[in-house]
């Protein structure tokens, strides 16, 4: 791994292109006391260039099994909001220069409003939201479009103690398109996913 990437507020190295950020994967990490779920995507500069990331990219939600998507929503991190595990916006850059082999990273949290259900079926669909446009099959970034898409099997997802089987998967794309990368929150029905805008990889 090369040096650290470091911030800039000008234009220092071109802007990173899609061949550029060859490599991207996620984190999921276990719910808190509160049962906060934080989770982190990592996009690296995989060319022998340095270029520079120009913005936040989108974070976009599917509904999975019992999770319903009307209920589910993608928001800005700020300060004094739920996700007090996640960084201060203040550590947020609008202008990023990735050296090759260094990456940025983009923090979630899913912080739950209500347990998924014990009877009924909910139906599973996409919202995204907290960042600029968003590339197919998701939508604009300010909207929550509570589609579905196709059998979510909840009839099959009954668990041993009556709850239905939901989970939510949260995806990162950046600027540049691709390349999408994906993390899943089990047990998750209905809540918000707070995200943050590029931060340094360390």
Not at 66 to 73: C, E, L, M, Q, R
Not at 86 to 100: I, K, N, R
Request: a negative charge; charged letters at 10%.
């Amino acid at each position: 791994m090369s040096a650290n990437p470091s911030a800039t507020t000008g234009t220092s190295a071109l802007a990173c292109t899609a061949t550029q950020l060859g490599s991207s994967n996620s984190t999921v990490d276990a719910p808190d006391a509160a049962g906060v779920v934080y989770g982190t995507f990592s996009v690296t500069n995989t060319s022998g260039t340095s270029c520079t990331v120009g913005g936040p990219g989108t974070v976009g939600t599917s509904a999975i099994g019992a999770a319903d998507s009307s209920k589910i929503t993608v928001v800005q991190h700020s300060a004094g909001d739920p996700a007090a595990g996640l960084p201060d916006p203040s550590t947020e850059t609008s202008q990023l220069v990735l050296a090759p082999g260094s990456a940025y990273l983009v923090k979630f949290a899913w912080v739950p409003s209500e347990t998924c259900p014990t009877t009924g079926t909910s139906t599973g669909g996409t919202t995204t939201g907290g960042s600029t446009a968003s590339p197919s099959p998701t939508e604009d970034a300010s909207t929550s479009s509570g589609s579905t898409t196709g059998d979510t099997g909840t009839s099959t997802q009954l668990l041993e103690d009556g709850t239905l089987d939901g989970s939510v998967q949260v995806t990162h794309t950046p600027d540049t398109g691709s390349p999408t990368v994906t993390a899943v929150v089990t047990n998750a029905c209905a809540g918000t996913v707070y995200r943050t805008g590029v931060l340094a990889g360390s």
